[in-house]
């Protein structure tokens, strides 16, 4: 899942940016609400975080063009305006949390992985595929019970296919997802973490569609 944080705070913004990272999204962030415009004209987010007090372009108006634009991923506001009149107005504009500050961050997380969940019509907390469920707020998979050992990378590609399973997922869409800027992958790095997968999950869980992308089977 590729985050975009608009906040113009530096220590909020970097302590956001490291524990989302942590917490396995791919993350990128800037300052301004214009960076935060073009960002969204220009790039595929899955979800936005956005303080509302931004410089050059407040946030409200950012929420504004993106959902003018017909934008669909999800927002989340974030600010330090606690009125019930700003969360109403917030999300009456298009948004689809709101988060006062001071914030923590292990609900944060929570929200977006809600929120996320809610993006492609799933209500469990578990992803679970035959012999194999995945625990995103636990980063854990197990097959049969027992744990399966995965890399961070590894762990974030088959959750995006198992959040879209039966649709094929493109080259483009999954490296858009998987990965932020100055994070590019090498010509060759999602073959290689399929190809880990293939070797620790079975060879038959993940299907490519030579020239169009991946898919793991309903």
């Known amino acids: 899942m590729r985050i975009l944080i608009a906040e113009d705070n530096p220590q909020l913004g970097e302590g956001l940016a490291v524990g989302l990272r942590q917490s396995g999204f791919a993350v990128d962030w800037v300052r301004d609400g214009q960076s935060a415009d073009l960002a969204l004209q220009t790039e595929a987010f899955d979800l936005l975080v956005l303080d509302l007090g931004l410089?050059?372009?407040?946030?409200?108006?950012?929420?504004?063009?993106?959902?003018?634009?017909?934008?669909?991923?999800s927002i989340l506001v974030l600010t330090a305006r606690d009125a019930t009149g700003d969360k109403v107005a917030g999300l009456d504009a298009g948004a689809d949390d709101y988060l006062v500050k001071p914030i923590d961050l292990d609900e944060l997380s929570a929200r977006i992985r809600a929120l996320a969940r809610r993006?492609?019509?799933?209500?469990?907390?578990?992803?679970?595929?035959?012999?194999?469920?995945?625990?995103?707020?636990?980063?854990?998979?197990?097959?049969?019970?027992?744990p399966v050992e995965l890399s961070t990378r590894?762990?974030?590609?088959?959750?995006?296919?198992?959040?879209?399973?039966?649709?094929?997922?493109?080259?483009?869409?999954l490296e858009q997802s998987l990965y932020?800027?100055?994070?590019?992958?090498?010509?060759?790095?999602?073959d290689v973490h399929i190809h880990h997968l293939r070797r620790k999950l079975g060879s038959e869980l993940i299907r490519t569609l030579r020239g169009v992308g991946f898919t793991i089977p309903k």
């Open 55 to 73: 410089p050059q372009l407040s946030g409200m108006e950012v929420l504004n063009r993106a959902r003018s634009r017909g934008q669909t991923l």
């Open 119 to 146: 993006s492609v019509g799933r209500a469990a907390p578990l992803l679970v595929h035959g012999e194999f469920a995945l625990d995103p707020a636990a980063r854990r998979l197990t097959r049969c019970g027992a």
């Open 154 to 173: 590894e762990f974030s590609l088959l959750q995006l296919l198992l959040e879209n399973s039966g649709r094929v997922l493109t080259r483009t869409e």
């Open 180 to 190: 932020g800027w100055g994070d590019e992958p090498g010509s060759n790095a999602l």
